[in-house]
């Protein structure tokens, strides 16, 4: 039996404008995950899969086109199994407790520790890179344009600085017909100075990315100049967030953190609810919130000083929060 488990994923600063060539920030979330088990089953049955928190089971040959089973069939090819017209019999049970379309990951992590696991079992080897493409290929297929972010995060499995774009610099105004879709996107790893404690608020509202992405590629069509400022005014906040972090200086962090959610609400991607629970957390004593991934639901982010964990928590419950996840983000040195 091969057991793999992926951590879902946080996105810190710069959403929705790393689609458009900017930095942006990921951390891993390893409370959250997705689990896949794989053991050989009898000779001749094929591949089947169980989700037992979805209630489903399904095999590959009755349900290609499912999001799972086309990923395995993509996999399978690209090691070349497949190739010799004989698929392995396997059966897949994947699990997680990342909520789905709630802005952690869950598709990525489900997709990522799929692929892990079925590799790991077959004994073929897959790089980082193969996994984070290979999951990326699935997301694109499903989902329209994603960044890349999400998939990159989970396969390094570490705090990242994001680009699709090498050439960026938050002095340098990008051209607005640059959408870097097939370069090699960059990618670093971030210094932290100092622990982070950060909460985590659900809404309870489940919103699939592609539709707020989708809301802004066709707001900034109409817009694109006000779209692009709006950008590079998101680029400049990453940059200094990545100079705070460097630091430890939480109090500017805080600062920064309110300020991108400021961006993002005027990008017409925030919601009353998330708004609320932004407002709660830092009437309660966080240092900053903002909204955290694709908006219009799913989760925001909270940062707190050890003492004011309960408070903060508290007053997200209080204000509609459906769940809040604690995470702490260990201080990290090489960049
Ligand atoms: C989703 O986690 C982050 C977005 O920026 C979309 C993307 O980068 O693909 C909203």
Not at 90 to 115: E, F, K, N
Not at 145 to 168: H, K, L, M
Not at 259 to 265: A, T
């Amino acid at each position: 039996m091969t057991v793999v488990t992926s951590p879902g994923k946080l996105i810190l600063c710069g959403e929705h404008a790393v689609v458009y060539d900017r930095p942006a920030i990921a951390l891993p979330l390893t409370q959250i995950c997705a689990q896949v088990h794989v053991v050989d089953s009898p000779y001749g049955s094929g591949i089947m899969f169980d989700a037992p928190n979805l209630q489903r089971h399904w095999t590959l040959a009755e349900e290609p086109e499912d999001p799972a089973s086309a990923l395995v069939v993509h996999l399978l090819e690209h090691v070349g199994i497949a190739r010799n017209g004989k698929t392995p019999d396997l059966h897949i049970t994947i699990t997680s407790d990342i909520p789905v379309a709630g802005g952690l990951g869950s598709g990525a992590a489900v997709a990522t520790a799929l692929l892990r696991a079925i590799s790991t079992h077959l004994d073929c080897t897959l790089s980082r890179e193969d996994v984070s493409k290979l999951v990326y290929e699935s997301e694109r297929h499903f989902h329209g344009t994603p960044s890349g972010i999400d998939n990159t995060v989970i396969a390094y499995e570490q705090p990242i600085w994001f680009c699709r774009s090498s050439a960026y610099s938050p002095w340098r105004t990008i051209p607005t017909q640059s959408m870097s879709a097939s370069a090699e996107p960059h990618i670093q790893p971030i210094v932290i100075a100092g622990p982070l404690t950060l909460l985590i608020g659900d809404t309870g509202i489940r919103s699939e990315t592609r539709l707020p992405v989708d809301a802004v590629r066709q707001r900034r069509e109409r817009q694109i100049l006000h779209y692009e400022a709006l950008f590079d005014a998101i680029g400049a906040v990453v940059t200094r967030i990545r100079a705070a972090l460097a630091e430890g200086n939480l109090a500017a962090l805080g600062l920064l953190l309110n300020n991108n959610h400021l961006l993002l609400q005027q990008m017409g991607v925030s919601s009353t609810e998330l708004d609320q629970l932004v407002d709660a957390a830092r009437e309660s004593g966080a240092l900053g919130a903002k909204l955290s991934g694709g908006g219009w639901g799913g989760v925001m982010l909270a940062l707190v000083e050890l003492p004011q964990v309960k408070q903060v928590s508290k007053a997200l419950l209080a204000a509609g929060a459906v769940q809040v996840y604690q995470t702490q983000i260990a201080p990290t040195t090489k960049s």
